[in-house]
């Protein structure tokens, strides 16, 4: 079989890498794809939102299967297009990535299906939203309720910095047009905890924990990014929390989708906060997350299309996932200022030192490939992954594995996993 992955980070990376495994798969394709992906993928240069020009390409190459990795393509209606082509396609279609397509959806969701969230309400003028900060605790949450790169989520911890961030997010329209609708939500304590999941509309299948590290520096300082980290498994998702949260929040989710008449056939993707009063939802995405995915997919044991295949099928209550009994720790190599400005074009070196290394992976998340060389191109640039026995050998090792590659203005965090060691 045919497959091609739209997208171009270090999440495509990861799922190209996973889907060479696939026993069902002769030729993978990745439209517009990266430097890293080209090792696995012949790279096509059509957009992630040239969604006609896609399907053109995938009805002309014989694809049996189209896996979209990306939120904006899946959000603005893919793989609607696709199906309306007759093109088979993993992911959910527009009414149902609405879940992570606006906050305010989710929230509604949430509510009304008895779904443990955050308190919360939403505004369309910055007036209101202005005057019910005059009456809230602090500290309080900010969202623009549309996609905004991982970036929307502003946590304000005095009035004057609500009313900054206001002003931000529906006045200056910082994040465009996701700021139409502001999400204002409780401030929640406790753990945070990302569950990917499998879904065919009506069975779900949980993935291995992980935990995601948005903050740009060290100590969770910072401005939030779209991902400076990860580990996987949780040490703080214990078999208690996850049988409470299949029930209460993982099937529940999947039942309200489908009782809206919205299934949701693909990957949801449960970012939870662990509280004293039990875990509850912070977010949902509509994909794999990234850099999630980096330390989630090293683990499966399954073929991952063999898995996708039965969730358009719908046959994904015959699937039991199997995970490794290792960890994985991922570190981001950014470019310095990220998220803010930062320079493109500098040139890589050591990521030979990668080859015929068992356990340890770099997923291109920035590059491109000029003159033989592979040069930085974007603000978050690769992801270091290794394994282990335990999450304190993986962390070891993925810091160790950071030192082998180099460019200018390579920037990381040095404490991704840190509370591993204070569990």
Known sequence: MKVLI???GGREHAIAWKASQSS???????????????????????????????ATF????????????????????????????????????????????SKAFSKDLMKKYNIPTAAYETFRDPGEALAYLEQAKFPIVLKADGLALGKGVLICSSLEEAREGVNTIMTEKKFGDAGNCLVIEEFMTG???????????????P???????????????????????????????????????????????VDAMAAEGRPFTGIIFFGLMLTEDGPKVLEYNARFGDPE?????????????QVMEACIDGRLDDVELQFQENAAVCVVLASDGYPRHYEKGKEIRGLEAFEGKDGYYVFHAGTRK??????????????????????????????????WIDFDNKYFRHDIGKAIEEA
């Open 293 to 305: 995915a980096q330390v989630v997919l090293p683990r499966m044991e399954n073929d991952m299309i």
């Open 370 to 403: 000029e003159n033989g060389k592979i040069l930085t191109n974007g603000g978050r640039v690769l992801g270091v992954t290794a394994k282990g026995p335990d999450l304190k050998t993986a962390r070891a090792n993925a810091y160790d594995a950071v030192e």
């Open 207 to 253: 993935m291995t924990s992980a935990q995601d590290h948005k903050r740009a520096g060290d100590g969770d300082q910072g401005l939030n990014t779209g991902g400076m980290g990860t580990f996987s498994p949780s040490p703080f998702y214990t078999e208690e929390i996850d049988n409470y949260c299949r029930e209460h929040i993982y099937q529940a989710t």
């Open 58 to 101: 995938a009805k002309e190459h014989e694809i049996g299967l189209t896996i979209v990795g990306m939120d904006d393509p899946l959000v603005g209606g893919i793989v609607d297009v696709f199906e309306r082509e007759g093109l088979r396609v993993f992911g959910p279609r527009a009414n149902a990535a609405i879940l992570e397509g």
């Open 6 to 8: 739209i997208g171009s």
């Open 191 to 205: 753990r945070e905890v990302s569950v990917l999941s499998f879904a065919d509309g009506k069975t779900i299948r």
């Open 24 to 54: 069902l798969v002769d030729k993978l394709y990745c439209a517009p794809g990266n430097a890293g992906i080209a090792q696995y993928a012949e790279c096509v240069d059509i957009g992630a939102m040239e969604f006609e020009k896609l």
